[in-house]
């Protein structure tokens, strides 16, 4: 019901439940907002404390293994997460909410109007920008952000929609490897 209340799902009378599949422009809205909000986060950072570091470091090191071994749905929860990390990371839980929220629709519109060719380059932008924060450097970091979420804008191609079924492809998105998938 909250996923439904945060338009995630939708009911479907005599159906089911089913992921909502986002628009184009609610793809670019997506980052719109990114745009906005995951800067000013990282300008009011501060020099985060090793432990803080450590664990962003970790996180970048779990991205990297996944997309190592080729797990599409691990890698894509993965990259997205790195941004809720962030989040937490840093302290501020209405920031942290609102990045889970951001992140799980990043994650759909990555599904669906993205590539995954790219996900090794944005696991090297969550590396550099974790080194800045350990610099003490939070307006390098800022641009390092504000660059990597405008990359990732750039790449949304409306003509993915038309690839195979949205619905397909955000299953394949979001099963990790090993788990069945249901029959389609």
């Not at 350990?134 to 003509?159: P, Q």
Request: proline letters at 4%; aromatic letters at 4%; a negative charge.
């Amino acid at each position: 019901m909250q996923l439904q209340a945060r338009g995630f799902v939708e009911v479907r009378p005599r159906s089911g439940w089913f992921v909502v599949e986002p628009s184009f422009e609610d793809a670019q809205q997506t980052y719109a907002a990114r745009r906005v909000i995951e800067p000013g986060m990282l300008r009011d950072a501060g020099k985060p404390l090793q432990s803080v570091i450590r664990r962003l470091r970790e996180h970048v090191a779990e991205e990297r293994e996944a997309i190592a071994t080729s797990d599409a749905a691990t890698r894509s929860v993965l990259l997205a997460d790195f941004h809720v990390c962030l989040a937490e990371c840093l302290g501020n839980r209405f920031l942290c909410a609102t990045m889970v929220d951001l992140s799980a629709r990043t994650t759909l519109v990555s599904a669906l109007y993205q590539s995954s060719s790219a996900a090794q380059e944005s696991n090297d932008d969550h590396a550099d920008i974790v080194t800045a924060l350990a610099e003490g450097d939070t307006a390098h970091a800022e641009a390092l952000m504000r660059e990597h979420i405008d990359v990732l804008a750039a790449r949304l191609d409306e003509s993915r929609a038309g690839l195979g079924t949205g619905r397909d492809r955000l299953r394949d998105a979001l099963i990790p490897m090993g788990v069945p998938t249901p029959s389609r």
